[in-house]
């Protein structure tokens, strides 16, 4: 499903993110990305829906080379891949409902479909109730359902979650990761950057760890540390 | 995926933008009025004073005053060799009776001549018409060579003069046009900017599931022709209503003046201010949205 190859990823000022990166990700797994801050996570991340470009390596997500991508064809790349973000980039001026919408809407789907498959992510997020709440009306934990709804409304094969319990407190990131579980079940290729120890340990997946761009460990059913 | 599916998203968005950046839309609005109000005006001065130039070129012609005492006969053998004049197109014969008849109707009417002439002082005349304005001075010269001809009448040197101050004026106006042209682009190119950039999350969030630049422009070209179509409607109506009242004092005061009023003319020039408003919404939302995406990229 995911393959990244060699890849390497320097900044114009000279951090070097990730060195020489293999990774191969199948279908349905889901994965923990862990590490301290700066270990390239996030970086790793961005590449795979290419909001960065590597600076060496191929990154395939989807059987689609994302590296020899056409700008123009990164908004079709994007509408297969969720995004799930710590600050939940929330448009705070639209309801729940148009927040999740927005996402077909820009995929040019009709109105009934809009409709239908809002209703159903947001019943798949507990959040059916608050659809039109504002954002700000909403808790930390809420705005990540939301988020996470938005993420999957147009049901993408690949999930990212980047951080997704980073302003959480320990009952709502519990209740976060069973949803994230859940969707995985659904067969969703599910990729979490995380540095909160206790979810990684309880979840017992696969566990890829980095440190100072590259990868360290990679293990099954593993925990945060390597012990 | 066509546009018309996605066209009720686009205008609710173009019109959730104007309502948020407030001010800054009514601002944006009303210099495109007075721009386009300009520059109307501009269009409208021209017309007219290309109606004035067709009008007298129209009259354009040299007025050959033959002797009291010739016959017609000697006329008649007179206006055949004027007409073989290079350059000459038409020659008319105008006896003094008709002259003076045409005076007086067209002056008549402001007051009586018979109480300050008893009777017609004019002669007999022959009206020449030439190809072009150019050959006004050779033709003339041409005609005062014959015997029979007493004097020879032109107005060419000043129609030079006026078709001279007409090109400097259109090509003035034009000039002038477009730099009021670009002023008001960059202003609606600013503002309409201003409001992009007070989405740029949004924007960012739109790139980010999956929609396409021309998505993401849509709403703001149309928020642009929005503003646009607006600023030229009440550019026209005020251009309407005040050439209608500038229009009446003028008849009333100079009848003579050949005005513009004819309502297709006028339409062309209302018609041109609304597209040139809409245009310039249109590229004024293109541009200013462009410049976000490209800096994304």
Not at chain 1, 100 to 127: C, K, N
Not at chain 1, 196 to 217: A, C, F
Not at chain 2, 157 to 166: A, D, E, H, N, Y
Request: proline share 4%.
């Amino acid at each position: 499903m995911i393959e990244l190859k060699h890849v390497s990823k320097i900044y114009p000022n000279g951090v070097e993110a990730l060195l020489d990166v293999n990774l191969h990700i199948g279908k349905e797994e889901f994965v923990f990305i862990v590490g301290p801050s700066g270990a390239g996570k996030t970086t790793l991340m961005r590449l795979l829906y290419r909001e960065e470009l590597p600076s060496n390596g191929q990154v395939i997500v989807d059987r689609v080379n994302v590296t020899e991508l056409d700008s123009d064809q990164v908004p079709y790349l994007r509408r297969n891949i969720g995004v799930v973000f710590q600050d939940y980039k929330l448009l705070s001026r639209r309801t729940v409902y148009e927040n999740v919408a927005f996402a077909l809407q820009v995929t040019g789907a009709p109105r009934s479909q809009i409709r239908r498959h809002t209703m159903q992510a947001l019943e798949l997020v507990s959040m059916l109730k608050r659809s039109s709440s504002f954002p700000e009306e909403l808790s930390g934990g809420e705005k990540q359902r939301i988020c996470i709804a938005r993420a999957i409304v147009n049901n993408p094969p690949v999930l990212l979650a980047d951080e997704p319990t980073g302003n959480l407190d320990p009952q709502t990131t519990y209740e976060i990761m069973e949803l994230l579980d859940k969707i995985n079940r659904r067969n969703t290729t599910l990729i979490t950057a995380t540095h909160n120890k206790s979810i990684v340990d309880m979840m017992k997946r696969r566990v890829v760890q980095l440190e100072s761009g590259r990868i360290i460990r990679d293990q099954q059913l593993g925990t945060y540390s390597n012990s | 995926m066509s546009l018309l599916s996605n066209l009720e998203f686009f205008v609710v968005e173009a019109l959730r933008g104007i309502r948020r950046s407030g001010l800054m839309s009514f601002v944006a609005i009303g210099i495109v009025i007075i721009s386009l109000t300009v520059f109307g005006m501009f269009l409208i001065f021209m017309a007219n004073l290309g109606n004035i130039v067709s009008y007298m070129g129209s009259r354009l012609d040299i007025v050959a005053y033959v002797e009291k005492d010739l016959n017609a006969d000697s006329a008649q053998v007179l206006e055949v060799a004027i007409s073989q004049i290079p350059g000459v197109e038409k020659v008319a014969y105008v006896p003094k009776d008709e002259a003076w008849k045409s005076f007086r109707e067209e002056f008549g009417a402001k007051l009586d001549l018979k109480d300050v002439i008893a009777e017609n002082p004019l002669p007999n005349a022959f009206s020449i018409k030439v190809r072009t304005p150019e050959l006004l001075p050779q033709v003339a010269e041409s005609v005062a060579k014959f015997s029979d001809v007493s004097e020879v009448r032109y107005s060419g040197k000043l129609m030079k003069q006026i078709q001279t101050l007409v090109d400097a004026v259109r090509i003035g106006g034009a000039i002038l046009s477009l730099l009021l042209f670009f002023a008001t682009l960059l202003i609606v190119v600013n503002t309409i900017r201003l409001t992009v950039l007070a989405r740029e999350t949004d924007i960012y969030i739109m790139q980010l599931v999956g929609a396409t630049n021309s998505f993401v422009r849509w709403p703001f070209v149309i928020e642009g022709v929005i503003m646009g179509v607006l600023g030229g409607f009440f550019g026209i109506l005020i251009l309407k209503f005040s050439y209608e009242a500038v229009i009446i004092r003028i008849k009333s005061a100079l009848p003579f003046l050949p005005i513009v009023m004819d309502s297709n003319i006028l339409t062309f020039i209302y018609l041109s201010v609304g597209i040139s408003g809409m245009l310039l919404g249109m590229l004024g939302g293109y541009i200013s949205v462009s410049r976000i995406l490209k800096e994304k990229e």
